[in-house]
């Protein structure tokens, strides 16, 4: 899977980060930080 | 009185409060489409050591796990993972000094489930970690992390390796010193 194509799953408008009860969502930096580790935790599956 | 054994109408007395084992420090309702919740005021002095549950709530896709963290650290974790595939055949994965400890609790379609145990998180000392994590009909498996750090912590990340979370809720609970 690409950057790309998580991205497609998971808009930076649909996904948040929660701190107690109050949720946000994600800063471009913290956005694209998150996609590339999901994306690489995707792409190195346990052997 | 015969601790723990208790009949209605009974009066609890301090040394039979003292002697109950783990209280319950905060309950967290986990939101709509997180990818991770941080807990603060978890940890303080008056726990060493403690156990995280999560329980109910679902995962936007299934197949993923999840991952701790303490404060706002970045490194310094050291987690390994042994699993087998439902079988005897032994296996593991790990990492040295990452972001997080991975492998930490289940993250299903079916719902979200963990029991993590923290050793002296309060304390500025390395913090350990103890868990097990079940990933559908793939895998099963125990998980042992350390933080190497010497920082206090009162809070905690709950995260994902992938996707969202929505619902269900985190209990945080502390052994008696």
């Known amino acids: 899977m690409t950057p790309e194509e998580y991205k497609t799953l998971y808009p930076q408008d649909s996904v948040y980060i929660q701190v107690d009860d109050t949720e946000r969502l994600m800063t471009d930096d913290e956005y694209e930080a998150w996609v590339d580790q999901c994306v690489y935790n995707i792409n190195h599956p346990l052997p | ?177």
Do not use: C
């Open chain 2, 1 to 177: 009185m015969t601790y723990p054994s208790f009949s209605a109408g009974d009066i609890l007395t301090a040394a039979d409060m003292n002697a109950v084992g783990l209280w319950l420090v905060k309950t967290q309702t986990i939101g709509s489409a997180v990818s991770s919740v941080t807990v603060t005021d978890a940890f303080s002095s008056t726990y060493d050591n403690y156990v995280i549950t999560v329980a109910g709530g679902a995962h936007s896709t299934g197949g993923q796990v999840m991952t701790i963290s303490l404060g706002a650290a970045t490194s310094a974790f050291y987690y390994s993972m042994v699993y087998t595939s439902w079988n005897n055949t032994v296996t593991a994965a790990g990492a040295a000094n990452v972001a997080n400890i991975v492998y930490v609790g289940d993250a299903d379609t079916t719902g979200l489930r963990a029991r993590i145990e923290v050793m002296s998180p309060y304390l500025a000392k390395p913090t350990g970690f103890s868990a097990s994590v079940r990933n559908g009909t793939f895998y099963g498996g125990t998980t042992n992390g350390l933080h190497i750090s010497s920082t206090s912590y009162t809070s905690f990340v709950l995260g994902l390796s992938g996707g969202t979370m929505t619902g269900g809720t985190i209990r945080v609970y502390g052994y008696r010193n």
